[in-house]
């Protein structure tokens, strides 16, 4: 196996900068492979049509935001084997399940606060 070789990115390689706070997790879709979902500390998970031929220049408008958490994010994950569907949590203690087609939440889940 060949050694990858390490070097430093360019200044000006285009981004994704949608989040109001820095991006704690990100996930791509397994049933559409050009669909990403990042999550924030801004309490936000958006979703991003990445083009085919990727990136070219910076991007600040998400495809869709998923708004409902009322505190920074811990993760976002795609479900394996539901299209269409996306799981959430955050610090203020809740799991939330979103039906992304309709940008909006379908199940909440809160722990017990001890």
């Known amino acids: 196996m060949k050694a990858y ?7 000006d390689i285009p981004l994704i900068r949608g989040h109001a706070g820095p991006v704690v997790d990100f996930d791509f879709s397994p049933f559409n492979d050009n669909l990403l979902a990042t999550a924030s500390e801004d ?10 031929e990727g990136i070219t220049k910076d991007v600040s408008t ?3 935001t998923l708004e ?3 505190r920074k994010l811990i993760f976002a994950k795609f479900h ?5 569907t996306i799981a959430s949590s955050g610090i203020d203690t809740t799991v939330r399940i ?9 199940l ?7």
């Open 5 to 11: 070789q390490f070097k430093r990115l360019e200044a």
């Open 43 to 52: 309490g936000t998970v958006k979703l991003w049509q990445i083009p085919e």
């Open 80 to 84: 394996p084997s539901a299209d269409y």
């Open 108 to 114: 909440t889940f809160e722990s017990l606060k001890h």
């Open 62 to 64: 998400p495809d869709g």
């Open 68 to 70: 409902g958490h009322n």
């Open 98 to 106: 979103w039906d992304i087609s309709q940008q909006r939440c379908a």
